[in-house]
């Protein structure tokens, strides 16, 4: 009989598969499945939308991002920069560009951002290569008419890092209007002794800094104008489920302008599959956040 310890670890090493949450296949099936979705999406919006792929913004091999430009004369021209997800092991912006379809069609830039995952990439490095990205892409875009933040997963925790910057050390101070933060993780203390940080080898100090929960005053001072849409499925996890709740009841008792979205139908994946579709919920409250609806 296993002794309860490691009865504890399996439970929460369960908790945190997405994978072994989603009603509609197995988990090996939903992964490959997923990829397959976002790799084809991908390739849809390369071939349909006008691009700058593998746009570099700092110096590292994986400092690179994708740009899907919109056919618009219209001056008022959102920007929205997507975050990957994938347990900050796995992905990258080739299978990112999914969702540039329907925002492109109503005149939104969107922007596949890479970082540079684990092994090769530890969690400090990512953190600061998506904040160097913002600031790039503002420089680069200064015309823009709005700068969106969508984060998926590992991506959403990123995104909630960029709002919780302090922009003292950077050459800008990005005003983020809005940010979709989907099926995030915020606190990373309970994956530390998962299969999730074998790849990762997160310290619980790296852990502590890293995790958005921590940083709510922080966020407070640097995104107070910002719209937060916390999203999750209806299919993630119970300990996701719990991750995203206690996100938003921190920071809407910061007096934060945020919304949580418990997105009927879904799991952890197609969640933010879904936003090829531009009649899917979640595409729409994007658009209507960015003032195309
Ligand atoms: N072991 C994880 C794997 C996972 O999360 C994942 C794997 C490949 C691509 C994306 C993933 N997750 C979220 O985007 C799971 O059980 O789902």
């Known amino acids: 009989m296993k002794h309860s310890?490691?009865?504890?670890?399996?439970?929460?090493?369960?908790?945190y598969s997405p994978s072994r949450w989603s009603p509609r296949m197995s988990a090996d099936d939903v992964i490959k499945a997923h990829v397959k979705?976002?790799?084809?999406?991908?390739?849809?919006a390369r071939s349909l939308a006008q691009t700058l792929l593998s746009v570099p913004y700092g110096e590292g091999e994986g400092e690179k991002l994708d740009v899907y430009i919109p056919r618009t004369n219209s001056l008022d021209l959102p920007l929205v920069i997507y975050i990957h997800g994938g347990y900050w092991?796995?992905?990258?912006?080739?299978?990112?560009?999914?969702?540039?379809?329907?925002?492109?069609?109503?005149?939104?830039?969107?922007?596949?951002?890479?970082?540079?995952?684990?092994?090769?990439?530890?969690?400090d490095l990512m953190v600061s290569q998506v904040r160097k990205s913002v600031v790039?892409?503002?420089?680069?875009?200064?015309?823009i008419s709005g700068l969106y933040l969508c984060g998926h997963?590992?991506?959403a925790h990123l995104a909630a890092m960029v709002l919780s910057t302090d922009w003292?050390?950077?050459?800008?101070?990005?005003?983020?209007k809005g940010a979709f933060l989907?099926?995030?993780?915020?606190?990373?203390?309970?994956i530390l002794s998962t299969y999730v940080n074998e790849p990762l080898k997160m310290t619980q100090e790296v852990a502590v800094r890293n995790s958005p929960s921590q940083l709510v005053p922080q966020l407070k001072l640097s995104s107070s104008d910002c719209h937060i849409v916390v999203a999750v499925a209806e299919n993630d996890?119970?300990?996701?489920?719990?991750?995203?709740?206690?996100y938003y009841k921190t920071l809407e008792a910061s007096g934060l302008n945020v919304t949580m979205e418990d997105v009927a139908n879904t799991d952890h994946f197609s969640i933010i599959e879904q936003l090829v579709d531009g009649e899917y919920h979640l595409t729409k409250l994007l658009l209507k956040m960015m003032g195309k609806s």
């Open 89 to 123: 092991q796995f992905l990258g912006k080739e299978e990112s560009g999914f969702m540039a379809v329907p925002l492109i069609d109503k005149g939104v830039v969107v922007v596949a951002v890479g970082y540079d995952i684990a092994p090769k990439g530890n969690m």
């Open 136 to 143: 790039s892409v503002i420089e680069q875009y200064s015309h």
């Open 5 to 15: 310890a490691e009865m504890e670890k399996d439970e929460l090493e369960r908790q």
């Open 153 to 155: 997963s590992a991506g």
């Open 237 to 246: 996890s119970p300990e996701f489920r719990k991750q995203s709740e206690e």
């Open 37 to 44: 979705a976002l790799k084809e999406g991908t390739e849809q």
């Open 182 to 190: 989907v099926s995030g993780i915020y606190d990373l203390l309970p």
């Open 168 to 176: 003292s050390q950077y050459s800008i101070t990005p005003q983020i």
